[in-house]
C-alpha cells in the first residue's frame, strides 16, 4: 500500500513540476495555481505514504537511502510550502519542486524493502535525530535553490541583460533575504542535528564522537555554513558571496550525504546494509 | 425609404500626429471658436450623434448617421470655415473612416495602439472625458453611447489582459522600475541625488512617490541644493559631505554640470564595509559621466549610465510592440460583435410594424363584435381580452424569434423582405424611434463585458 502511494506522489509531483515550468515558461497564471493545488495533493499522498510505511515496518521508515531521500523531499516540500504561505516568492516553485521531483526519481530506484531494524538503532532517538538532520537538509536545499534564483539575477542585472529571465525573478534583497532566512533556520537544525547524533552515539556505542566519516563531513558541513553564518552576522556578509558560499557548502552537504554513505563503510553507511 | 437602410453607419474623421503638423491639429480643434467644438458638429442637420475628441495629438469627430456623405461633406466644410484652413491642406491631413473601419480605429485609439507613445495611459481617460462632454449635451445617442461603452471595456480588457503598459518607457521610470528589481520594495530605502537637472529630479521624484524613505540632496552651490531638498522633501549637503552620505544612502541618481568622474572605484569601495555590503544602486545620467564605469565591477554595487537605461527603454518599447499584436487581435474580435450588434438594428422597425399591425388586426375584430360581447360581464370581457392578445404573441412569438436570430447574420435582408411581403408590411417610411428596450440582446457581449 504504501508503495502504491509513494509512487501516486511521485506522478503528482511530477504534474506539479510540470505546471511550475509552464508557469515560468508563459507565466501563465492559472498554471502556477493548477502546480500549487497539485503540489498540495502530492503532499497530501506523500504523508500519507510516510506514515503507512512507519505502520507497515513497525519503526520509523528514516533508515536507508529510500526513506532518506524521500523524507528530504518531503521536508522540502513541506518548508516550500510553509515559505509560500508566508513570504511568496515569485517563481520559486519552478526551482524547488522540480528538484524535489529529482529526489524523488532517485528514491524510487533505491530499494524500498523494508528490512528488520538492526538492534543498536532502536531507540527514541533514531527519529529525533534523523528528522532533524534531513529537515536541515531539505532547509539547505531550499537555500540553494534560493540562491542559484539570486545569481542569475543578480548576473542579468550586473551585465545589464534585463530579458526574459530578469522579469521572472524576484528582487535581489527580496532573494537574500530568504537565503539568510534559510539559513538561520537551517543552520540551528544542522547543530541540533549533530548534537542529538552525538547523545545517540554515547547511548548506543558510550562514546559521544568516533570519527566515523559521516561524523567527520557532517562537521565539515557545519563550519562551511558556521563561516557563513558568521560573516553574515558580523561583517555583513551578502549578496554574490552568501549566494556562492551558500551552494558551497550545498555542495559539501551532499557529499556527506550521499557520497559518504555510498563510498565508505561505517554505522551511516546504507552501502553495508544493502550488503 | 426602403426597408434596412436606414440603421445608423458610423463615420469618424480626424488627424493624429502622424497626418498632421501641430499648427493643423490646433486649427482643428476649433479651440478659438465661441461655439464650443462638440455643438458645432452636433448642430449638423445630417448628424446624428457625435462624440469629438481633442488632445495634444489627435483631433476625431465620430458621427452616427443616416446619410454618410452628406455628414462627411458638412464636416469638412465646417472645419474648412471655421478652423480657417483651405481644403486641400485638411483633405490632405485627413483620414475618414466608416462602418467597421471607424469602429476599430475608435478602438486602437482607446485602447492606445495609436498613440505616439504606445500603451500611454492617458488617452483613455481623455477619451472619457470627450465623452462625458457629448453625453452632458445630449449629442451621444444609443448607437454612441454602446460604442464607446464598448470602446472603454476594450480598451480596459487590453489593458490587464497584455502586457501592452508594464514596460517602462521613460529614463525616470526605468530607473524607478531597475531600483524595485534590486530592492524589491523600496519603502524604507534612501535616496541621493548628486547634482540637479531635469531628469535627475524627475526621477528622484518617482522614487519618493514609489515609496522611499529619506532623500539627501547634493550640489556644488548649497544654496540651489537646500532649495532643491525643499521642493523635494529631503535635506541637503555639500558635495564634500557625499562620501559619508553613501554610507545610508541606497539609491544615487547622479547628474552633476562636472567635466570628469566625481565617483571612481575606490572612493565607493572604501564605503562598502562600513555599509555592511548592503546593496547600492547608482544611476549615473550625467553627460560626460559622473560615476567612474569601473564602479559597477564592485560587490553588490549596481552601476547604470544613462545609455545603459536607453537600453532598458528600447527594450522595452519592442515589448510594448510585441504586445501590441496581441492587442490588435483582441480589437479585431471585438469589432467584429461590435459591427453584428449594428446590423442588427434594422430588424428593429420590422419587429414593431409586425406587432403593430397584429394589436391593430386584434382591436379591429373585437370591436366588430362589439355588440355580441356587450352583454358580458366586466370578468367576462377582461378574460376575453387576455385571450385574444395571448393568441396574437403566441403566434408572432416564433417569427420574432427567428428575425432576432437572423438580425446577427450578415444577410438578414431575406428574412426581412419575406416578413414584410407575408404579412403585408409596408409603407415604413414614418420609422419609430429606436428605443434601448426594443434592441435585440447579444448576450454573448454581457458575459464578456
Not at chain 1, 537544525?189 to 566519516?213: C, F, H, N, Q, R
Not at chain 2, 547634482?195 to 552651490?221: D, F, P, Y
Not at chain 2, 417610411?429 to 454573448?444: F, I, N
Request: charged share 20%.
Amino acid at each position: 500500500m504504501h508503495k502504491f502511494l509513494f509512487q501516486i506522489t511521485v506522478f503528482i509531483y511530477f504534474v506539479s513540476t510540470v505546471g511550475f515550468l509552464v508557469h515560468i515558461i508563459t507565466l501563465r497564471k492559472d498554471a502556477e495555481r493548477i502546480a500549487t493545488g497539485f503540489l498540495f495533493a502530492g503532499f497530501g499522498f506523500h504523508t500519507a505514504a510516510f506514515l503507512m510505511r512507519w505502520f507497515a515496518g513497525g519503526h520509523p521508515p528514516l533508515v536507508n537511502l529510500h526513506d532518506s531521500l524521500s523524507f528530504t523531499a518531503w521536508a522540502m516540500v513541506g518548508s516550500f510550502i510553509l515559505f509560500q504561505w508566508c513570504c511568496k516568492l515569485k517563481s520559486l516553485g519552478a526551482f524547488v519542486v522540480p528538484f524535489a521531483m529529482i529526489i524523488m526519481t532517485a528514491s524510487s530506484f533505491q530499494s524500498t524493502e523494508i528490512l528488520p531494524l538492526p538492534p543498536v538503532l532502536k531507540s527514541i532517538w533514531l527519529p529525533i535525530h534523523a528528522i532533524i538532520c534531513l529537515f536541515a537538509d531539505a532547509i539547505f536545499a531550499l537555500a540553494f535553490c534560493i540562491a542559484i534564483m539570486f545569481l542569475l539575477q543578480e548576473r542579468q542585472i550586473k551585465k545589464k541583460r534585463l530579458g526574459a529571465v530578469f522579469k521572472r525573478l524576484p528582487s535581489l534583497e527580496t532573494l537574500d533575504a530568504m537565503n539568510k532566512r534559510c539559513l538561520t533556520v537551517g543552520f540551528p537544525l544542522l547543530t541540533l542535528g549533530i548534537v542529538t547524533g552525538s547523545i545517540w552515539a554515547e547511548k548506543a556505542w558510550g562514546s559521544y564522537w568516533s570519527w566515523d566519516p559521516k561524523e567527520t563531513w557532517s562537521l565539515i558541513t557545519w563550519f562551511v555554513y558556521a563561516a557563513l553564518f558568521h560573516q553574515r552576522l558580523t561583517v555583513g556578509w551578502r549578496g554574490r558571496k552568501a549566494a556562492i558560499m551558500t551552494i558551497v557548502g550545498f555542495a559539501v552537504l551532499i557529499f556527506t550525504f550521499l557520497g559518504v554513505s555510498l563510498l565508505f563503510s561505517g554505522a551511516h553507511s546504507y552501502a553495508t546494509w544493502l550488503k | 425609404m426602403p426597408l434596412g437602410l436606414n440603421r445608423p453607419q458610423i463615420v469618424l474623421l480626424g488627424v493624429n500626429h502622424n497626418t498632421a503638423p501641430l499648427e493643423v491639429r490646433e486649427r482643428l480643434s476649433l479651440c478659438e471658436s465661441d461655439t464650443p467644438a462638440p455643438k458645432l458638429f452636433a448642430g449638423l442637420s445630417s448628424c446624428t450623434e457625435v462624440v469629438f475628441l481633442s488632445t495634444c495629438n489627435r483631433v476625431e469627430v465620430l458621427v452616427s448617421t443616416n446619410c454618410m456623405d452628406e455628414v462627411k461633406e458638412s464636416i469638412k466644410e465646417l472645419w474648412v470655415d471655421r478652423g480657417k484652413m483651405d481644403f486641400k491642406t485638411l483633405q490632405d491631413s485627413l483620414y475618414e473612416y466608416e462602418g467597421m473601419f471607424a469602429v476599430r480605429h475608435l478602438f486602437r485609439v482607446a485602447s492606445s495602439l495609436d498613440s505616439m507613445v504606445v500603451g500611454e495611459p492617458q488617452i483613455l481617460g481623455q477619451l472619457k472625458d470627450a465623452y462625458r462632454v457629448a453625453s452632458e449635451a445630449n449629442t451621444a445617442g444609443m448607437v454612441l453611447n454602446r460604442l464607446l461603452h464598448k470602446a472603454f471595456s476594450v480598451a480596459k480588457k487590453i489593458r490587464t489582459e497584455t502586457r501592452i503598459a508594464s514596460h517602462a518607457v521613460s529614463i525616470s521610470y526605468a530607473a524607478v522600475e531597475l531600483a524595485k528589481k534590486i530592492f524589491g520594495d523600496l519603502s524604507g530605502k534612501n535616496g541621493m541625488l548628486i547634482g540637479a537637472g531635469e531628469m535627475a529630479e524627475l526621477a528622484a521624484q518617482h522614487l519618493m512617490a514609489s515609496g522611499a524613505g529619506k532623500l539627501v540632496v547634493a550640489n556644488r552651490t548649497l544654496s540651489r541644493a537646500v532649495k532643491l531638498a525643499g521642493s523635494l522633501g529631503g535635506s541637503a549637503i555639500s558635495l564634500e559631505e557625499v562620501e559619508n552620505a553613501l554610507i545610508d544612502a541606497d539609491i544615487v541618481i547622479s547628474s552633476t554640470g562636472a567635466p570628469g568622474i566625481v565617483l571612481n572605484k575606490d572612493r565607493v569601495k572604501r564605503i562598502m564595509r562600513p555599509r555592511r555590503h548592503r546593496l547600492l544602486f547608482f544611476i549615473d545620467i550625467a553627460v560626460p559621466r559622473d560615476i567612474d564605469p569601473k564602479v559597477n565591477d564592485i560587490d553588490n554595487v549596481y552601476l547604470y549610465d544613462i545609455d545603459d537605461l536607453k537600453g532598458v527603454i528600447e527594450f522595452n518599447k519592442a515589448e510594448r510592440e510585441k504586445e501590441a499584436f496581441k492587442a490588435d487581435r483582441m480589437v479585431e474580435a471585438e469589432v467584429i460583435k461590435f459591427m453584428a450588434w449594428l446590423e442588427s438594428l434594422n430588424v428593429v422597425p420590422v419587429i414593431q410594424h409586425l406587432q403593430k399591425k397584429a394589436e391593430a388586426v386584434r382591436q379591429r375584430e373585437i370591436s366588430r363584435s362589439q355588440k355580441v360581447l356587450e352583454s358580458l360581464n366586466d370578468e367576462q370581457q377582461k378574460a376575453l381580452d387576455i385571450l385574444t392578445r395571448s393568441i396574437v404573441q403566441k403566434i408572432l412569438h416564433d417569427p420574432i424569434v427567428c428575425i432576432k436570430k437572423g438580425a446577427q447574420e450578415k444577410n438578414n435582408k431575406m428574412i426581412l423582405d419575406a416578413t414584410c411581403r407575408l404579412f403585408g408590411i409596408d409603407g415604413l417610411e414614418e420609422t419609430p424611434k429606436l428605443q434601448d428596450k426594443d434592441l435585440p440582446d447579444d448576450s454573448q457581449d454581457k458575459t464578456i463585458s
